[in-house]
């Protein structure tokens, strides 16, 4: 399959945590990594990998990988983290590159 | 610091052609590979294409093969899409971004542009 699914939406309170998951049968041979948007700009790498954030992430966003799900976890949401979330990965043919539909995080 | 900026947007008819480029700066654009991805207005990310560091190898989505070709000139850091036979469905804001792979095989689009609209439209 060359799918990743994601929850379309989720909410979670100020200063709680978080978890975004994302299911697909290429995350058993690649791992994946989440993106940020934010409404009118272009989508910043969060998570990469077993676990690594780019420079200028703050240490809240976390990644782990089990089986065939990524997930994606933020500790102590912030308001300024609401945001779609998209998580990716090669597909299992390794020549294509497939993003998951997106999750609309709202804090509340 | 890493710098992508596309250009060469606009509105054009169905059927027709536009190329997009993507200028590169603040690293070594002859060292990564570079993908196309694609948002239509109110969706998703779509992936629409990747070409290797050297040029050497191309993938492209099913959406777009056959239509659409990718390539770059490393000596200009500047990457390049083709669109042909242009569709309302590729109705979508175009970033070009840059590929970092890690020894496993796994990639990830490290920085992206911010964007260039293309608009199919009669």
């Known amino acids: 399959s060359s799918e990743l699914t994601q929850d379309p939406a989720v909410s979670v309170a100020l200063g709680q945590t978080v978890k975004i998951t994302c299911q697909g049968d290429?995350?058993?041979?690649?791992?994946a990594s989440w993106y940020q948007q934010k409404p009118g700009q272009a989508p910043v790498l969060v998570i990469y990998?077993?676990?690594n954030r780019p420079s200028g992430i703050p240490d809240r966003f976390s990644g782990s990988n089990s089986g065939n799900t990524a997930s994606l976890t933020i500790t102590g949401a912030q308001a300024e983290d609401e945001a779609d979330y998209y998580c990716n990965s090669r597909d299992s043919s390794g020549n294509h590159w497939v993003f998951g539909g997106g999750t609309d995080l709202t804090v509340l | 610091q890493v710098q992508l900026v596309e250009s060469g947007g606009g509105v054009v008819q169905p059927g027709r052609s536009l190329r997009l480029s993507c200028a590169a700066s603040?690293?070594?654009?002859?060292?990564?590979?570079m993908h196309w991805v694609r948002q239509s207005p109110g969706r998703g990310l779509e992936w629409v294409a990747v070409i290797w560091y050297d040029g050497s190898n191309e993938y492209f989505a099913d959406s777009v093969k056959g239509r659409f070709t990718i390539s770059r000139d490393n000596s200009k850091n500047t990457l390049y899409l083709q669109m042909n036979s242009l569709r309302a469905e590729d109705t979508a804001v175009y970033y070009c971004?840059?590929?970092?792979?890690?020894?496993?095989?796994?990639?990830?689009?490290?920085?992206w542009g911010q964007g260039a609209l293309v608009a199919v439209s009669s």
């Open positions: 290429s995350l058993r041979n690649y791992y």
């Open positions: 971004a840059r590929d970092l792979a890690d020894d496993g095989g796994s990639s990830y689009l490290d920085h």
């Open positions: 603040g690293f070594s654009f002859s060292h990564y590979g």
């Open positions: 990998g077993r676990n």
